[in-house]
């Protein structure tokens, strides 16, 4: 074992208690009733970067949610590596359907269940693990940068890179909140879609009718909604929107029962779209209807609704822009209305895709780290998720590496019931990145 494996030894367990108690704080962005959960995470980690020594911690005001700065120098002449993740996270959803309680960690079968045990508390951990070995001193200079609107879309982010525009600089970036191809075999994303989502509102009456009186002669607006989202797809569930672009996919197999065992897609249900897995993932637009806002089952009456409200998301292929993207959807709910009726687009959030190129004698750096402490070659994919502050890091910093890593995998359940992470792969996520710096 070298030096530097030993000592990641050393400090893992420290970190892990450190992550059990930042897990343990419910830090959802999108209720504001956490803001205060938001607030300690964020106080919680800047704490951990001042023990370390950092010459500058900061939280950084964006308008927002607190992110997290902070400033290791390095030896003169050496490069400036930006150490980013997220402490916020999703809602838990059904509390009663976790098998543990989803903000208290247990350990089952050498993995850690919570929510953001993975997404992306883990990435955090990482990163904490490689300034310790290092004994906050690493061998090039760091800066930390730990946002806490991750989840919701980053809407502080252009102010944040306006307003500290210097300490957001960097010559390489390591985003530790992607996907490993598996469990053990680590993975560097190349590829991820953009994002772009709105609102449809649809409205067919003044008020509501009794559905025995006029139904069949006027539209109700719930059944109008349901024709008008089902225009988003043609019958083999490719997107039908006119104006989006689709990428080829790289000659990568994702085997069928994989994609069973991670979706839980029921017997009998079909895939949707045309192509590879991969493309249909990563290098294709997705249409979702999130959420629709409409008389619940259970105070149904029989009546005709008058109006009702969707959420539609889009994601995106590398090279498409968002704003276009934004433009043809709005475009296609209004020129698809169906029985003349009324349409209103009101627009959400919306990020770029992202290509990444690993070409250079940092990404052949960052390669042999992660080969190293995996034991296997990474593997090169795409993501079908969207992390927009990437394509912003390489608009800003021209020339500069961008290193999308994990230390999640297919299993982890991001977003979802029984959230996980890998302990094994905790540590080796933790040796690959401290190879990395020294490396560097």
């Not at 964020?42 to 370390?52: E, K, N, P, V, Y």
């Not at 509102?201 to 009794?210: D, I, K, M, N, R």
């Not at 006029?214 to 109008?224: M, N």
């Not at 390489?394 to 500069?400: E, V």
């Amino acid at each position: 074992m070298t030096n530097l494996a030993w000592n990641v030894e050393r400090v893992l367990p420290s970190v892990i208690a450190d992550l059990n108690q930042l897990i343990a704080i419910p830090s959802i962005s999108s209720m504001p009733e956490h803001a205060g959960d938001l607030a300690a995470a964020s106080q919680t980690i800047a704490g951990w970067l001042r023990d370390l020594g950092a010459a500058e911690v900061k939280l950084l005001d964006g308008g927002g949610k607190p992110a997290v700065w902070a400033d290791f120098p390095g030896p003169i002449g050496s490069p400036t590596v930006l150490l980013y993740a997220h402490y916020d996270v999703q809602p838990i959803g059904d509390a009663t359907a976790w098998t543990s309680p989803a903000f208290e960690p247990d350990v089952r079968d050498g993995r850690l269940y919570a929510r953001g045990s993975a997404d992306d508390k883990g990435g955090i951990a990482v990163h904490l693990a490689a300034l310790r070995v290092f004994g906050g001193q690493p061998p090039v200079h760091v800066k930390v940068f730990i946002e806490g609107e991750e989840e919701i879309g980053s809407p502080s982010m252009p102010t944040l890179l306006e307003k500290y525009a210097a300490e957001l600089v960097a010559d390489v970036f390591v985003i530790a909140d992607s996907v490993n191809w598996e469990a053990g075999k680590p993975s560097f994303t190349t590829t991820l879609r953009g994002l772009a989502d709105c609102e449809v509102t649809v409205s067919t009456l003044e008020q509501g009718l009794h559905s025995g009186q006029f139904g069949g002669v006027v539209p109700d607006a719930l059944t109008a909604l349901c024709r008008l989202l089902a225009t988003l797809h043609d019958d083999a569930g490719n997107v039908a929107i006119p104006g989006l672009v689709s990428q080829p996919g790289p000659d990568l197999e994702y085997p069928a029962d994989r994609l069973q065992e991670e979706t839980g897609l029921l017997p009998g249900v079909q895939q949707i779209g045309d192509g590879s897995v991969v493309e249909r993932m990563w290098f294709k637009p997705a249409a979702s209807v999130l959420a629709i806002d409409a008389t619940p089952v259970a105070a149904a009456s029989n009546t005709l609704v008058p109006s009702a409200r969707a959420k539609v998301s889009l994601r995106l292929a590398p090279g498409q822009d968002p704003d276009e993207a934004a433009a043809a959807l709005e475009k296609h709910l209004k020129d698809n209305a169906p029985w003349g009726a009324k349409i209103e687009v009101s627009g959400g959030q919306s990020g770029a895709p992202s290509t990444i190129s690993l070409a250079d004698e940092r990404a052949a750096a960052a390669r042999a780290a992660f080969r190293e402490a995996f034991g296997v070659e990474p593997v090169e994919m795409g993501c079908g998720g969207s992390i927009p502050i990437v394509a912003e890091f390489a608009d800003r910093n021209p020339g500069a590496l961008v290193l999308v890593t994990a230390v999640t995998d297919p299993n982890s359940r991001m977003h979802g019931i029984d959230e996980s992470l890998d302990l094994a792969d905790l540590g080796k996520a933790a040796l690959a990145e401290t190879l990395l710096l020294s490396k560097l």
